[in-house]
């Protein structure tokens, strides 16, 4: 009987796996229904053209992140990014401001106070791309079929509305799903573009373009920089933790050692994804509003041309804000000072290192040292795929930000399903262990 309990357990908790996998895929698909759907009063094909004119800005990455949602300017067309931007924002304040910070001390209820003013950011932001977006492609001939305050209006409702019901959907995908939610939507809408990159390819190596052997090349370049990736995310630094012996009874008991590990790199797709926005501004402004060569447009039209892909400028200035970006949200979101706090408070120290202060600048070292091998590993992942892109019309979504994020989202994801089926067999084990050792009392 304790057998059939066992099987039948195991059974129900695959199959509660089952379902969250299911979950995640129906909200993939609501997801990918809503970004077919346009906003009102526009020219779907006008819509399409502008974006093709437009290429090479910023507006490729958001295309890219919101699934190619904003290319054909649907409900969902701004994505998750507002969110995102939110959640770094707030991230920064609760390491700047202190009510912010007593809140996070404060635990889940402070925690869900700091996630009610993420949503109020989401919004705010929200609103005022809403209004950016709708006033540039009002500017643009043919887009918009009845211009006004009207269509102002609805786009920004509109479009703060699909925010806010990715952000909602994201929540339940987290909740009654598996993995992170946020990622697992930009991660599907990256995915989404994959089968039409793909065919690109191959219908450029039918026509002639790309030969058979380079098209051989570049699966085994992206296979090498996928493995690369992998090999650099699970790489870790671990600092060796010793705790102070304690007795019992008559007996003095050391603890085994344990391990502090560190992560290469600590700071994400984060540096990429602010540095490719903050480069590719001044491209998006130009095409935008205006194709003057006097005044602020002719400036913004003459430092454009510098930061095309592939351009010295450009290169240097996307390594230095890669290194930049790293190191800045590394300091924002790891404390070394906290984690020897709590080393100190368990009675854990680091063998050869005081507690307290040293054991803060040993710590403040090691992450500052991988966070430097990960900055330049950032640069290699996303250059490389770059000068691909430019020198081999290799499309875009082969590159580097687009792979390290769906690199990073799968791992992360068979990580928790690993995690999810190991606790099942845990739980298995200790209901045979303790039905065994109960009847063995007995007898």
């Given at each position: 009987?304790?057998?059939?309990?066992?099987?039948?357990?195991?059974?129900?908790?695959?199959?509660?796996?089952?379902?969250?996998?299911?979950?995640?895929?129906?909200?993939?698909?609501?997801?990918?229904?809503?970004?077919?759907?346009?906003?009102?009063?526009?020219?779907?094909?006008?819509?399409?053209?502008?974006?093709?004119?437009?290429?090479?800005?910023?507006?490729?990455?958001?295309?890219?992140?919101?699934?190619?949602?904003?290319?054909?300017?649907?409900?969902?067309?701004?994505?998750?990014?507002?969110?995102?931007?939110?959640?770094?924002?707030?991230?920064?304040?609760?390491?700047?401001?202190?009510?912010?910070?007593?809140?996070?001390?404060?635990?889940?209820?402070?925690?869900?106070?700091?996630?009610?003013?993420?949503?109020?950011?989401?919004?705010?932001?929200a609103?005022?791309?809403?209004?950016?977006?709708?006033?540039?492609?009002?500017?643009?001939?043919?887009?918009?079929?009845?211009?006004?305050?009207?269509?102002?209006?609805?786009?920004?409702?509109?479009?703060?509305?699909?925010?806010?019901?990715?952000?909602?959907?994201?929540?339940?995908?987290?909740?009654?799903?598996?993995?992170?939610?946020?990622?697992?939507?930009?991660?599907?809408?990256?995915?989404?573009?994959?089968?039409?990159?793909?065919?690109?390819?191959?219908?450029?190596?039918?026509?002639?373009?790309?030969?058979?052997?380079?098209?051989?090349?570049?699966?085994?370049?992206?296979?090498?920089?996928?493995?690369?990736?992998?090999?650099?995310?699970?790489?870790?630094r671990?600092?060796?933790?010793?705790?102070?012996?304690?007795?019992?009874?008559?007996?003095?008991?050391?603890?085994?050692?344990?391990?502090?590990?560190?992560?290469?790199?600590?700071?994400?797709?984060?540096?990429?994804?602010?540095?490719?926005?903050?480069?590719?501004?001044?491209?998006?402004?130009?095409?935008?509003?205006?194709?003057?060569?006097?005044?602020?447009?002719?400036?913004?039209r003459?430092?454009?041309?510098?930061?095309?892909?592939?351009?010295?400028?450009?290169?240097?200035?996307?390594?230095?804000?890669?290194?930049?970006?790293?190191?800045?949200?590394?300091?924002?979101?790891?404390?070394p000072?906290?984690?020897?706090?709590?080393?100190?408070?368990?009675?854990?120290?680091?063998?050869?290192?005081r507690?307290?202060?040293?054991?803060?600048n040993?710590?403040?070292?090691?992450?500052?040292?991988?966070?430097?091998?990960?900055?330049?590993?950032?640069?290699?992942?996303?250059?490389?795929?770059?000068?691909?892109?430019?020198?081999?019309?290799?499309?875009?979504?082969?590159?580097?930000?687009?792979?390290?994020i769906?690199?990073?989202?799968?791992?992360d994801?068979?990580?928790?399903?690993?995690?999810?089926?190991?606790?099942?067999?845990?739980?298995?084990?200790?209901?045979?262990?303790?039905?065994?050792?109960?009847?063995?009392?007995?007898?």
């Amino acid at each position: 009987m304790a057998d059939n309990d066992g099987i039948t357990g195991s059974f129900s908790k695959l199959k509660e796996l089952r379902q969250r996998i299911f979950f995640v895929l129906g909200a993939f698909l609501v997801y990918r229904i809503g970004t077919h759907i346009p906003v009102p009063g526009v020219d779907p094909g006008a819509v399409a053209e502008m974006f093709r004119q437009t290429q090479g800005s910023i507006l490729d990455v958001l295309n890219m992140f919101s699934g190619g949602a904003l290319q054909r300017l649907s409900v969902m067309a701004l994505g998750v990014m507002p969110y995102i931007s939110a959640s770094i924002i707030m991230q920064m304040m609760t390491s700047i401001e202190p009510r912010l910070k007593q809140l996070k001390a404060e635990g889940e209820s402070g925690r869900r106070k700091i996630q009610q003013y993420t949503r109020y950011g989401t919004v705010i932001l929200a609103i005022f791309q809403g209004i950016g977006i709708s006033t540039a492609v009002q500017g643009q001939p043919g887009v918009v079929l009845t211009p006004g305050l009207g269509f102002t209006i609805t786009t920004v409702i509109t479009l703060v509305a699909g925010t806010m019901f990715l952000v909602w959907l994201g929540e339940q995908i987290t909740e009654r799903g598996i993995g992170n939610g946020m990622s697992l939507i930009i991660f599907a809408g990256i995915v989404a573009g994959l089968p039409a990159a793909v065919a690109g390819t191959l219908e450029l190596a039918r026509t002639g373009e790309f030969s058979p052997l380079f098209v051989i090349g570049l699966l085994i370049g992206v296979i090498g920089i996928t493995a690369f990736v992998v090999f650099v995310e699970r790489g870790q630094r671990r600092i060796t933790v010793n705790y102070a012996a304690r007795q019992q009874g008559r007996q003095m008991m050391q603890a085994p050692a344990s391990y502090f590990p560190l992560k290469m790199n600590m700071a994400g797709v984060i540096p990429p994804i602010f540095a490719s926005s903050i480069i590719l501004f001044p491209a998006s402004l130009v095409n935008f509003f205006g194709t003057s060569t006097e005044g602020v447009a002719g400036a913004l039209r003459s430092f454009s041309t510098l930061m095309q892909p592939g351009e010295p400028v450009y290169t240097l200035l996307y390594i230095g804000m890669i290194l930049f970006f790293a190191f800045f949200y590394t300091a924002l979101t790891f404390d070394p000072k906290d984690i020897a706090e709590n080393l100190k408070k368990s009675g854990a120290f680091v063998p050869g290192i005081r507690p307290g202060q040293q054991t803060a600048n040993y710590i403040d070292s090691v992450v500052s040292k991988l966070t430097l091998v990960g900055a330049f590993y950032l640069c290699i992942v996303c250059l490389l795929p770059e000068l691909m892109i430019v020198n081999w019309n290799v499309p875009f979504y082969f590159g580097g930000t687009s792979l390290l994020i769906i690199v990073v989202v799968l791992m992360d994801l068979m990580g928790q399903i690993q995690s999810h089926l190991m606790s099942q067999q845990y739980e298995g084990l200790m209901k045979k262990t303790n039905l065994t050792g109960g009847g063995s009392r007995r007898r």
